[in-house]
T-cell receptor, first 112, second 115 residues
Framework: SQQGEEDPQALSIQEGENATMNCSYK?????LQWYRQNSGRGLVHLIL?????REKHSGRLRVTLDTSKKSSSLLITASRAADTASYFC????????????FGKGTKLSVKP | EPEVTQTPSHQVTQMGQEVILRCVPI?????FYWYRQILGQKVEFLVS????????KSEIFDDQFSVERPDGSNFTLKIRSTKLEDSAMYFC?????????????FGEGSRLTVL
């Protein structure tokens, strides 16, 4: 898989359910970030987890990072229709000049 | 809340024409970036800019592309001779401390359509 590859590509759930999205990457990283993009809009930063952290919470978001497996997951609990968007992970690879490498994203649809 | 603003929101141009996309980063930010997203595809890094010079650029950012900070507030991306494959959303982003430190603040994007 490519750097920052999310799965599933698309996820459809009912309001109130939890949504889990996964991201895998190839190279060592300084940090991993998750962004959200509403259709046709800009990217909004959700959460950043550093390479020495294993879990982080922000409101209804929970991010985990497993550097041994080079993977991360984003959990949105008690989803709402307003959570409908595409979610991207982005990595800042060690040894790079610091540019972010984005995955293809997971398109989440939350039905009311 | 401060935000990154981009103009135009949508530009349609003929192949071979020059295009300038404009961005006003958040005022106290020092690092500026351009990314692009072809419809349905990944967001791709183009270039980063710090201290009035390019600090990194991707393979996409060839001689047809240039960036400038002409007046201390605007940050522009110029495509000298547009090609059909340049059609994409172009996002400007800025950050205070550089990408290693944390989040990027993105604008809403400029949609470029090359006919």
């Amino acid at each position: 898989s490519q750097q920052g590859e999310e799965d599933p590509q698309a996820l459809s759930i009912q309001e109130g359910e939890n949504a889990t999205m996964n991201c895998s990457y190839k190279t060592s990283i300084n940090n991993l970030q998750w962004y959200r993009q509403n259709s046709g809009r800009g990217l909004v930063h959700l959460i950043l987890i550093r390479s020495n952290e294993r879990e982080k919470h922000s409101g209804r978001l929970r991010v985990t990072l497993d550097t041994s497996k080079k993977s991360s997951s984003l959990l949105i609990t008690a989803s709402r229709a307003a959570d409908t968007a595409s979610y991207f992970c982005a990595t800042d690879a060690r040894g790079s000049q610091g540019n972010l490498i984005f995955g293809k994203g997971t398109k989440l649809s939350v039905k009311p | 809340e401060p935000e990154v603003t981009q103009t135009p929101s949508h530009q349609v141009t003929q192949m071979g024409q020059e295009v300038i996309l404009r961005c006003v980063p958040i005022s106290n930010h020092l690092y500026f970036y351009w990314y692009r997203q072809i419809l349905g595809q990944k967001v791709e890094f183009l270039v980063s800019f710090y201290n009035n010079e390019i600090s990194e650029k991707s393979e996409i950012f060839d001689d047809q592309f240039s960036v400038e900070r002409p007046d201390g507030s605007n940050f522009t991306l110029k495509i000298r001779s547009t090609k059909l494959e340049d059609s994409a959303m172009y996002f400007c982003a800025s950050t205070e401390q550089g990408q290693r430190a944390g989040e990027l603040f993105f604008g809403e994007g400029s949609r470029l359509t090359v006919l």
